[in-house]
């Protein structure tokens, strides 16, 4: 698929089936997209690439801490509260578009819960990959991380995955240290969930609206 046909059609997948993604796929996706843009080729990015037993235990842990009431602790705090609007009228209307679709009724506390569920699951992804920076390094990497982020968004999708950039794979970063050698030097950023696609799920069937150009652009001298 072309590059224009690939960003397009590219979606956030929050349903999957669980054929695990094999090795040499993921090492092949990563593998090109190291060859992404960073500031001053500083190449500040570091992945942990994660399925298996590891994934059903980091799953597991995740609802538990949920369930519990366990506060999310990112290492980079979460946007929520800090959206001024219209940026938080938008994010409203992902999650009343994404609960219309599921029948979620935004009132009953009950289903709510469950549909976050389904993010501290990862979507039932076979795999996920947690992408991690030095913790001494500036806000300039972060920016870094974003970059290489969608390459690997897109490479998955050329190669017949789908992914989902997910805040929630990162909301307990001690489950994260527990079950994955990520040293204490190092911030973790992002997570994304991976694997093949349930298209009979269907909030696979969501696609968000993007705003019009000329909301975002302004043209000078041309």
């Not at 030097?185 to 093949?196: A, E, H, M, P, R």
Request: hydrophobic share 40%; glycine share 8%; with cysteine.
């Amino acid at each position: 698929m072309d590059t224009a046909d690939c960003i397009l059609t590219r979606k956030s997948v929050r349903a999957y089936k669980a054929t695990p993604v094999p090795k040499a796929l993921l090492t092949k996706i990563l593998n090109e997209a190291k060859r992404s843009p960073s500031c001053a080729n500083t190449q500040p990015w570091e992945f942990a690439v994660f399925g298996g037993e590891v994934m059903e235990e980091m799953r597991k842990a995740y609802r538990e801490r949920f369930l519990s009431g366990g506060e999310a602790k990112p290492e980079i705090p979460y946007p929520f509260n800090a959206w001024p609007e219209p940026y938080l009228s938008r994010r409203m209307a992902l999650s009343k578009g994404q609960h219309q679709l599921l029948g979620i009724d935004s009132n009953n506390k009950e289903q709510v819960q469950q549909f976050w569920l389904r993010g501290y699951s990862f979507f039932g992804a076979p795999n996920g990959i947690i992408i991690y920076i030095g913790d001494n390094l500036p806000t300039w990497s972060v920016l870094d991380v974003g970059i290489i982020l969608q390459s690997i968004l897109l490479l998955a999708h050329n190669y017949g995955l789908g992914c989902c950039a997910q805040l929630q794979m990162v909301a307990y970063p001690d489950i994260i240290r527990k079950l994955i050698n990520i040293p204490a030097s190092k911030k973790i950023v992002v997570g994304l969930s991976i694997g093949y696609p349930d298209e009979k799920d269907i909030i696979n069937k969501s696609v968000t609206e993007r705003l019009a150009l000329g909301e975002m652009v302004t043209w000078h001298g041309i």
